[in-house]
């Protein structure tokens, strides 16, 4: 006999194990999808041979694209109010999910003889059709939180668990996804084409392959998707719940007084320092283990030991932050962070190769650690700062100071990236000669690069944090006393 589930008071079955499952699986989907975005620029840079400049142009289009798709997208599901068999939030995710089944791959059609206007336009297409299937499915599914129960506790337990489904979801694709795309050069009488600086035999991108796998992964994200969608439970009415209040406002004035919140502020440009240091590295990192290091092919699982350290200090950042407070706890991890870079800073001098990359796996290991504390607290940080704009102004504004965050953290993921190209244009790097014919000079350039945008990154978080961030433990307990008081008088007066 079939056992039956456990029902709430509304005959929906109870939450539990099946929801947590069923909602990491759905950051799995999205990650599936989102952990291709490092691979882009390597391959229009190494396989498709597009020059520098255009390249660093064209991403800069499509990441301003980005920067906007999330609200305008987000606000056509909010106003869209049928009656859908699958409600409304699990409809636009089936919608997505379908569209990245193939979206994904299109970004790496592999035509690398093609005119280079026929190559523009198919980096442009292919990656917005993309990235607005890619939000048709994330909006969503992260707005349905807080329709599968109505419980704070089971929220939490929600949102750890997206983030375990985020977490399998990038470390699957960025160990595996460089061992299946990259290769040993040989020359044409078949002996390995060696890197005369380093001794290491040069690696080249399989453009081809990568198609391929994209459109595997989109498949892995769709089956993922569709466990999410039949194992989760809606308990809350979808037509009560809004996600975003939509109303006119004043871009300009907007802009101003997000200016004028501090923490807001501090929290943005610490976000942005992150995207436009280390993850702007992600092309110069690939291109420096195909050149110098030899080992494109394990670029993954170097990068993911360095950043191991920072999913094993999770666990324990919450009595950090308890003992030390918010601010208190992540500028201390941004001084290590900067230990860390300025460690790397040292590997391009080293000649012997394994102590090079020895050394610069300590700084880039102690780089995750510290950045592990930011990163845990970093929207944590900007719930005090809306806290912050009402304590001092009497107003939330909480949409207008999350949506400008989230558009400068996106549109600093397009400069950074853009601002690199350029820069690697300059220290030589020849889109023509992919990996295998790049001098040893400029594999060297590549190593300094990647050191210096790990420092650009821990500054800048630094910066942000220690000296802009104006809410430290002290601080957070006067507001939060100040505004409980208020809502206190607000609510008896009524």
Known sequence: ????????????????????????????????????????????????????????????????????????????????????????????????????????????????????????????????????CYTIANVPYGSMLSLITEDVGERAQLSTWRSVGSMVGNILPNIILPMLIWKKVYDEN??????????????????????????????????????????????????????TEIKKFNVLEAFANFMKNRPALGATVAAMGMFLGMQSATTANTIMFATHFGMASLSGIVQMVGFLPMFFFMPFVKKIVEKYGKKEASVLGTIVSLVGAGIMLIFPTISNINLSLAVYMIGLILFGIGMGVYTCVSWALMGDAIDYNDWKTGKREEGTVYSLHSFFRKLAQGIGPSIVLLIMGVLGYNSDLGTVGQSAETAKNMCWLVAVLYLVSAVLQFVGIAFIYNIDKKTLEKMNTELAARKAAEESAE
């Open 1 to 132: 006999m079939e056992k039956q589930p456990l029902l709430d008071a509304n005959g929906k079955r109870k939450f539990g194990m099946t929801d947590k499952l069923a909602y990491a699986a759905g950051d799995f989907g999205c990650n599936m999808s989102f952990a291709l975005k490092g691979t882009v620029q390597t391959f229009w840079l190494v396989y498709m041979m597009l020059e520098t400049g255009l390249l660093s142009a064209l991403l800069l289009v499509v990441q301003i694209w980005d920067a906007v798709n999330d609200p305008l997208i987000g606000s056509l599901i909010d106003a869209d109010h049928r009656s859908y068999k699958l409600g409304k939030y699990r409809t636009y995710i089936l919608i997505g999910a379908c569209g990245l089944l193939v979206a994904g791959s299109m970004v790496f059609l592999p035509f690398p003889k093609a005119d280079t206007v026929i190559k523009a336009i198919l980096f442009i297409v292919g990656y917005v059709i993309w990235d607005a």
């Open 190 to 243: 078949g002996k390995p084409v060696i890197n005369k600086l380093t001794g290491k035999q040069v690696e080249d991108l399989l453009g081809e392959r990568v198609f391929w796998v994209a459109l595997i992964m989109g498949v892995l994200g769709f089956i993922a998707f569709m466990f999410m969608i039949k194992k989760i439970t809606i308990r809350v009415d979808e037509n009560s719940v809004k996600t």
